[in-house]
C-alpha cells in the first residue's frame, strides 16, 4: 500500500523559508515522478515542482522557479525547498507521485493529505 505523508509546513514571514518533506512507502523512488502541488484559498490546485527521479528531469511552475527547489533527502523522503517566500504562496501543498511522463499535469496516481503553508508578517 503505497503512502504519502506531507510534513513541515507552518507560518512563515515574508521573505522567509520553509522546507517541506513527503516521506514515500510502498513504492521505488527509481520508477516514480513526485509532484508537488498547492492550492491556495478560493482557488483551483496547482503544480509547483516535479521530478522524474530515473532520469533527473525536473519542472518548476513559473512562479515559482528560482525560489523552489525539490529534491530527494533519503530513499524515502521528497522535500520542497521554499525561499523567498510572499504571500501568493500561502496554499496547502500536496506531494503527489506516479508513473506519468507529464510531471506537470495533476493525474498522479498517489496523493498525501497535504500540509498548510502560510505566509504572513
Known amino acids: 500500500q503505497v503512502q504519502l505523508v506531507e510534513s513541515g509546513g507552518g507560518l512563515v514571514q515574508p521573505g522567509g523559508s520553509l522546507r517541506l518533506s513527503c516521506t514515500a512507502s510502498?513504492?521505488?523512488?527509481?520508477?516514480?515522478?513526485f509532484g508537488w502541488f498547492r492550492q491556495a484559498p478560493g482557488k483551483e490546485r496547482e503544480f509547483a515542482a516535479g521530478?522524474?527521479?530515473?532520469?533527473?528531469?525536473t519542472s518548476y511552475a513559473d512562479s515559482v522557479k528560482g525560489r523552489f527547489t525539490i529534491s530527494r533527502d533519503n530513499a524515502q523522503t521528497v522535500s520542497l525547498q521554499m525561499n523567498s517566500l510572499t504571500a501568493e504562496d500561502t496554499a496547502v501543498y500536496y506531494c503527489?507521485?506516479?508513473?506519468?511522463?507529464?510531471?506537470?499535469?495533476?493525474?498522479?496516481?498517489?496523493w498525501g493529505q497535504g500540509t498548510e503553508v502560510t505566509v504572513s508578517s
Open positions: 503527489a507521485a506516479g508513473r506519468q511522463l507529464d510531471l506537470r499535469r495533476g493525474i498522479y496516481a498517489y
Open positions: 521530478r522524474r527521479w530515473n532520469t533527473g528531469v
Open positions: 510502498g513504492l521505488s523512488f527509481s520508477t516514480y515522478s
